[in-house]
């Protein structure tokens, strides 16, 4: 009833702005612009609607949609004939006839056929030099243009040191980037998605050198420039735009050095380039676990990636269009291939409402992980730009291959473990002291291997049609997906408790989990309906279904002779077949076969409530209704069972966006809810207690479905100096799903139960400001403040005989970074000061608050100096208090250095790199929920001094005479 009467009260405000919509027969005209010969895109000409007689009526510049590729003009007609004169330097004028007839009831928009402009042949000045100051960044309409000659930049610099220095611009440990708070969908190459959303293939090769501006826009997604309007699906990008010369030849670099303690890193990136067509080759290999570098704007040393990395990578990307838009071929391979040896030391407190218990671990692990992925997709516009449909085929296919193994060492106290020395020598002996024994509740020592494989392959199709004699639309996708695993995992685990006379407990387990197979097939299908420019209704339809099959053997080899606590067979061996299948775990076993099929029904409008010279104001309802139906065949033990349930949920929608015509300044209101299911699993009656230490109890049938709110109010002002961008984000859930445990205080087991709990709720606000603090925009400053309140609940107890208790945990974080960049002439310094201050507190009487700040402060500079050598440094102290364990509680002051020198007139670029100079590094990670409190350490990579050689080249066509 709720669904039919939303969907009625879109349909009557469609009527009634249909009507007002109809009150002046007149239409959008839109047509593109390009180069006679290249057939490429011409940007910011001007285009003039002359009357038949040549009188102007009308003017723009063809940025209209410039989120699109396509560079539209836009006029608004009425039937008749007209003339389109369009003017560039360098181009011809061209004037160029229209009739306009027809015009359909519900017709808003017509795409015409498009403009080729010649370029002129004769040019009276051959070159131009022009001396200004450079501006580092404008905004261009709707888009914020950096300009990359205005940053000083080390010599053989890569795409990652330029983004870094981007006022407004955050470049994330992991390759994510942000702008202004907002976060940046895709990282672009001259407009195209060419590196498929993997920015650390562009930030790692693509050299500065090449690089002419990088504009930062909201663009319009596939539907939206299809159609040529709005469709909300914009997404914010970062698109790199490349100087003249480097669009069409080769480009590309050899970077190679070596440093101490065995150290090296070999590097090569090249790519060829024409107006149609780009292919690239990348390969990447080093020891120095370069994923980032201290300049980043987040980094810190709890962000250096974990243990001692080894990465090999290669990989190629090509991308192939017509020159009269009809098609375009995009594909790539990557193959990657990580060794890690990583040394873990981690201390937890359990938060119980008797007293806290302290968990001390140390982990030495080695992985070796191999990714292999390959994508690539055809999209087919039989008439170019003019065409009224366009399909889609896209393949792709992935596999997997990871190997851990791993030795850990781990104990539980009542007391805590500061000033407990030498933890690895003493718990790793046989026989424990009496003291020792005495303050434990258990030790354990534990060995593992694990190797699992994983493929997945998928191949959709999609449409997309302008309908005839209207501005309506269809949209038709169809994919389908398979993919397996196969699993195999070994553990020896000997566990001594400690309390009454002590037992010990020593496990050689053997899991099978081969084969796991499944597929998913989704299609969906969409109808806009456009009353008039001011409304059109969206209707949607969504399927999926799916299957998942897994068996899962589990095999308990200590049952058999020789294979007990003194074992000599290393890990990973097993008997003969008929040895070790007699010893398997029927409780603890298990085959499940998952299936699903969903629909959703969904109805959205988009209303331009206002639309003026100053302002526009857009209004999006939505309703989506989903049905669920679930099936679960599930054999365990004495559970053979097929249990099946079907859910209705409704997810409702609502934005308000205001923004002024010249896109400068603007916010947007949302209101959100989403709906999920628990896990089916979660209802069966069945105990899994194949880890010793851990007991979950399934079978719970009332858990309910978990619903979240989510509410957001942003703005951002891009007109004035001072760029400001606050943003305020509220989420509150419903029946969330909890993972409840009762906790064992003599042995340290943990029993777990799953739970529905309210309670859980967030708040974040954050406010960017950034700009010139001075007349000749030397010293730019950019400031992050951020607030973030979460209300945490779990279910949580330590009497065996009763059930848990709601804990509830509230954190509060405060944090403010602050960067200052001053350049003069070809040299620039600047700092840069980051605090972060948490604090918890709890509901427990015995709940000791945390007050835990990190901050950091600094100076960084790039130097020209004598000898054409040029330095680029930064140091920084980065410092923590308040946290439990006291060694954490330190200062480490680092200090980085990079010193280049160019030859054989730049393409030869000698460079030293110094890391952590004065061996001050140390990566430690700190988390906190409902259930405790856990602080990691990791070992590091040494400091060291790289030197290596950086040769680049380019290859240009010759110009013809």
Same mark, same amino acid.
């Given at each position: 009833?709720?669904?039919?009467?939303?969907?009625?009260?879109?349909?009557?405000?469609?009527?009634?702005?249909?009507?007002?919509?109809?009150?002046?027969?007149?239409?959008?005209?839109?047509?593109?612009?390009?180069?006679?010969?290249?057939?490429?895109?011409?940007?910011?000409?001007?285009?003039?609607?002359?009357?038949?007689?040549?009188?102007?009526?009308?003017?723009?510049?063809?940025?209209?949609?410039?989120?699109?590729?396509?560079?539209?003009?836009?006029?608004?007609?009425?039937?008749?004939?007209?003339?389109?004169?369009?003017?560039?330097?360098?181009?011809?004028?061209?004037?160029?006839?229209?009739?306009?007839?027809?015009?359909?009831?519900?017709?808003?928009? =017509?795409?015409?056929?498009?403009?080729?402009?010649?370029?002129?042949?004769?040019?009276?000045?051959?070159?131009?030099?022009?001396?200004?100051?450079?501006?580092?960044?404008?905004?261009?309409?709707?888009?914020?243009?950096?300009?990359?000659?205005?940053?000083?930049?080390?010599?053989?610099?890569?795409?990652?040191?330029?983004?870094?220095?981007?006022?407004?611009?955050?470049?994330?440990?992991?390759?994510?980037?942000?702008?202004?708070?907002?976060?940046?969908?895709?990282?672009?190459?001259?407009?195209?998605?060419?590196?498929?959303? !993997?920015?650390?293939?562009?930030?790692?090769?693509?050299?500065?050198?090449?690089?002419?501006?990088?504009?930062?826009?909201?663009?319009?997604?596939?539907?939206?420039?299809?159609?040529?309007?709005?469709?909300?699906?914009?997404?914010?990008?970062?698109?790199?735009?490349?100087?003249?010369?480097?669009?069409?030849?080769?480009?590309?670099?050899?970077?190679?050095?070596?440093?101490?303690?065995?150290?090296?890193?070999?590097?090569?990136? *090249?790519?060829?380039?024409?107006?149609?067509?780009?292919?690239?080759?990348?390969?990447?290999?080093?020891? @120095?676990?370069?994923?980032?570098?201290?300049?980043?704007?987040?980094?810190?040393?709890?962000? +250096?990636?974990?243990?001692?990395?080894?990465?090999?990578?290669?990989?190629?990307?090509?991308?192939?269009?017509?020159?009269? $838009? =009809?098609?375009?071929?995009?594909? %790539?391979?990557?193959?990657?291939?990580?060794?890690?040896?990583?040394?873990?030391?981690?201390?937890?407190?359990?938060?119980?409402?008797? $007293?806290?218990?302290?968990?001390?671990?140390?982990? !030495?692990?080695?992985?070796?992980?191999?990714?292999?992925?390959?994508?690539?997709?055809?999209?087919?516009?039989?008439?170019?730009?003019?065409?009224?449909?366009? /399909?889609?085929?896209?393949?792709?296919?992935?596999?997997?291959?990871?190997?851990?193994?791993?030795?850990?060492?781990?104990?539980?106290? !009542?007391?805590?473990?500061?000033?407990?020395?030498?933890?690895?020598?003493?718990?790793?002996?046989?026989?424990?002291?009496?003291?020792?024994?005495?303050?434990?509740?258990?030790?354990?020592?534990?060995?593992?291997?694990?190797?699992?494989?994983?493929?997945?392959?998928?191949?959709?199709?999609?449409?997309?049609?302008?309908?005839?004699?209207?501005?309506?639309?269809?949209?038709?996708?169809?994919?389908?997906?398979?993919?397996?695993?196969?699993?195999?995992?070994?553990?020896?685990?000997?566990?001594?408790?400690?309390?009454?006379?002590?037992?010990?407990?020593?496990?050689?387990?053997?899991?099978?989990?081969?084969?796991?197979?499944?597929?998913?097939?989704?299609?969906?299908?969409?109808?806009?309906?456009?009353?008039?420019?001011?409304?059109?209704?969206?209707?949607?339809?969504?399927?999926?279904? $799916?299957?998942?099959?897994?068996?899962?053997?589990?095999?308990?080899?200590?049952?058999?002779?020789?294979?007990?606590?003194?074992?000599?067979?290393?890990?990973?061996?097993?008997?003969?077949?008929?040895?070790?299948?007699?010893?398997? !775990?029927?409780?603890?076993?298990? %085959?499940?076969?998952?299936?699903?099929?969903?629909?959703?029904?969904?109805?959205?409008?988009?209303?331009?409530?206002?639309?003026?010279?100053?302002? *526009?104001?857009?209004?999006?309802?939505?309703?989506?209704?989903?049905?669920?139906?679930?099936?679960?065949?599930?054999?365990?033990?004495?559970?053979?069972?097929?249990?099946?349930?079907?859910?209705?949920?409704?997810?409702?929608?609502?934005?308000?966006?205001?923004?002024?015509?010249?896109?400068?300044?603007?916010?947007?209101?949302?209101?959100? +809810?989403?709906?999920?299911?628990?896990?089916?699993? /979660?209802?069966?009656?069945?105990?899994?207690?194949?880890?010793?230490?851990?007991?979950? %109890?399934?079978? #719970?049938?009332?858990?309910?479905?978990?619903?979240?709110?989510?509410?957001?109010?942003? /703005?951002?002002?891009?007109?004035?100096?001072?760029?400001?961008?606050?943003?305020?984000?509220?989420? @509150?859930?419903?029946?969330?799903?909890?993972?409840?445990?009762?906790?064992?205080?003599?042995?340290?087991?943990?029993?777990?139960?799953?739970?529905?709990?309210?309670?859980?709720?967030?708040?974040?606000?954050?406010?960017?400001?950034?700009?010139?603090?001075?007349?000749?925009?030397?010293?730019?400053?950019?400031? *992050?403040?951020?607030?973030?309140?979460?209300?945490?609940?779990?279910?949580?107890?330590?009497?065996?005989?009763?059930?848990?208790?709601?804990?509830?945990?509230?954190?509060?974080?405060?944090?403010?970074?602050?960067?200052?960049?001053?350049?003069?002439?070809?040299?620039?310094?600047?700092?840069?000061?980051?605090?972060?201050?948490?604090?918890?507190?709890?509901?427990?009487?015995?709940?000791?608050?945390?007050?835990?700040?990190?901050? #950091?402060?600094?100076?960084?500079?790039?130097?020209?100096?004598?000898?054409?050598?040029?330095?680029?440094?930064?140091?920084?102290?980065?410092?923590?208090?308040?946290?439990?364990?006291?060694?954490?509680?330190?200062?480490?002051?680092?200090?980085?250095?990079?010193?280049?020198?160019?030859?054989?007139?730049?393409?030869?670029?000698?460079?030293?790199?110094?890391?952590?100079?004065?061996?001050?590094?140390?990566?430690?990670?700190?988390?906190?929920?409902?259930?405790?409190?856990?602080?990691?350490?990791?070992?590091?990579?040494?400091?060291?001094?790289?030197?290596?050689?950086?040769?680049?080249?380019?290859?240009?066509?010759?110009?013809?005479?």
């Amino acid at each position: 009833m709720r669904m039919r009467r939303s969907i009625l009260l879109i349909l009557m405000i469609a009527c009634v702005c249909s009507s007002f919509g109809q009150k002046e027969r007149g239409i959008n005209i839109y047509a593109t612009i390009k180069d006679y010969i290249l057939r490429t895109t011409i940007e910011n000409a001007k285009v003039t609607l002359l009357s038949p007689d040549s009188v102007v009526l009308d003017s723009c510049r063809n940025n209209y949609g410039y989120s699109t590729l396509r560079k539209l003009y836009s006029f608004k007609v009425k039937e008749g004939n007209y003339i389109v004169k369009t003017e560039k330097e360098g181009y011809e004028t061209t004037y160029t006839p229209i009739e306009i007839s027809k015009i359909r009831r519900r017709e808003t928009s =017509r795409v015409l056929s498009t403009i080729y402009m010649k370029r002129q042949k004769v040019h009276s000045i051959d070159e131009v030099v022009v001396t200004a100051t450079k501006v580092k960044f404008y905004n261009k309409g709707d888009t914020l243009v950096y300009n990359a000659d205005a940053f000083q930049l080390a010599e053989g610099s890569m795409l990652d040191a330029l983004v870094k220095q981007l006022p407004g611009v955050e470049l994330k440990s992991d390759g994510r980037i942000y702008v202004n708070g907002r976060f940046v969908e895709s990282l672009l190459l001259n407009g195209k998605d060419f590196f498929k959303g !993997d920015n650390t293939i562009m930030l790692e090769n693509l050299p500065t050198y090449a690089v002419n501006t990088v504009k930062v826009y909201d663009k319009a997604g596939r539907l939206s420039e299809f159609l040529d309007r709005d469709m909300n699906d914009k997404q914010l990008v970062m698109d790199v735009n490349l100087k003249k010369q480097y669009n069409i030849g080769w480009m590309g670099n050899i970077d190679a050095g070596g440093a101490n303690h065995d150290l090296y890193m070999a590097r090569l990136f *090249a790519m060829r380039s024409t107006d149609h067509s780009r292919v690239s080759l990348f390969g990447n290999m080093n020891n @120095i676990n370069d994923f980032t570098t201290p300049n980043t704007n987040d980094w810190t040393p709890d962000k +250096m990636p974990y243990g001692r990395l080894t990465t090999k990578k290669v990989g190629v990307n090509v991308n192939v269009d017509d020159r009269e $838009g =009809r098609y375009e071929y995009t594909g %790539n391979a990557n193959f990657i291939h990580y060794d890690n040896h990583e040394v873990q030391n981690t201390f937890r407190t359990n938060f119980l409402a008797d $007293g806290d218990t302290y968990d001390r671990q140390v982990q !030495d692990a080695r992985f070796c992980n191999m990714f292999f992925n390959t994508s690539h997709g055809l999209r087919l516009k039989p008439k170019g730009d003019m065409s009224r449909v366009e /399909y889609d085929i896209n393949l792709g296919a992935s596999y997997s291959r990871m190997r851990h193994d791993l030795s850990i060492i781990s104990a539980t106290s !009542d007391e805590t473990w500061n000033g407990f020395e030498d933890f690895m020598k003493i718990l790793s002996t046989p026989v424990l002291d009496d003291n020792l024994r005495a303050r434990l509740i258990n030790r354990q020592i534990k060995n593992s291997y694990y190797d699992s494989k994983q493929w997945s392959a998928n191949l959709g199709s999609s449409m997309m049609l302008r309908m005839p004699h209207n501005s309506d639309y269809l949209y038709l996708n169809l994919k389908g997906s398979m993919f397996g695993s196969d699993m195999r995992d070994f553990t020896h685990q000997r566990i001594d408790y400690f309390s009454g006379t002590g037992s010990t407990d020593f496990i050689n387990r053997y899991n099978d989990v081969t084969p796991s197979r499944g597929y998913r097939i989704k299609f969906t299908g969409s109808y806009g309906f456009v009353f008039s420019e001011n409304l059109r209704i969206n209707f949607d339809y969504n399927m999926s279904a $799916g299957r998942d099959k897994s068996i899962n053997k589990l095999y308990h080899l200590e049952t058999l002779d020789g294979w007990g606590l003194d074992t000599e067979h290393p890990i990973g061996a097993l008997p003969s077949v008929t040895e070790y299948l007699p010893t398997l !775990d029927g409780k603890n076993s298990y %085959n499940s076969v998952e299936s699903d099929n969903s629909h959703s029904v969904g109805v959205n409008a988009n209303i331009e409530l206002l639309r003026d010279d100053k302002l *526009a104001m857009q209004l999006i309802p939505g309703l989506t209704l989903d049905i669920l139906n679930e099936k679960l065949d599930y054999r365990r033990a004495r559970i053979d069972t097929a249990f099946s349930r079907t859910t209705l949920m409704l997810r409702p929608l609502l934005e308000l966006h205001l923004r002024t015509k010249d896109f400068q300044q603007g916010g947007a209101l949302k209101y959100s +809810m989403d709906c999920s299911t628990p896990n089916m699993l /979660y209802s069966l009656n069945f105990v899994d207690d194949s880890d010793p230490m851990t007991t979950v %109890n399934y079978g #719970n049938r009332n858990l309910k479905n978990r619903r979240t709110h989510t509410i957001s109010l942003d /703005y951002n002002d891009r007109k004035h100096t001072i760029k400001i961008s606050p943003i305020v984000t509220f989420n @509150i859930s419903e029946n969330d799903v909890a993972m409840g445990y009762v906790y064992d205080r003599s042995t340290g087991r943990r029993t777990y139960s799953y739970y529905n709990v309210d309670g859980n709720w967030n708040i974040s606000a954050r406010f960017n400001m950034n700009g010139p603090l001075d007349k000749k925009k030397r010293l730019y400053f950019n400031s *992050a403040t951020s607030w973030n309140y979460y209300n945490s609940v779990d279910m949580i107890g330590d009497d065996l005989a009763s059930a848990p208790v709601k804990s509830t945990v509230k954190s509060s974080v405060l944090s403010e970074t602050l960067n200052l960049d001053y350049t003069l002439g070809k040299h620039s310094i600047g700092f840069r000061g980051s605090v972060s201050w948490l604090n918890t507190e709890g509901d427990r009487d015995n709940f000791v608050p945390i007050n835990a700040y990190d901050f #950091n402060y600094g100076v960084y500079g790039y130097l020209q100096l004598p000898f054409g050598f040029k330095l680029d440094t930064d140091l920084t102290m980065y410092s923590r208090r308040g946290y439990e364990d006291t060694s954490m509680n330190d200062d480490n002051f680092v200090w980085n250095a990079r010193l280049t020198r160019s030859l054989l007139k730049g393409k030869l670029t000698l460079r030293a790199d110094a890391f952590d100079i004065l061996h001050q590094l140390k990566k430690v990670e700190s988390s906190i929920n409902t259930q405790g409190r856990v602080e990691r350490y990791y070992n590091t990579p040494p400091r060291y001094v790289l030197i290596h050689a950086i040769y680049r080249f380019n290859v240009f066509p010759k110009k013809k005479m």
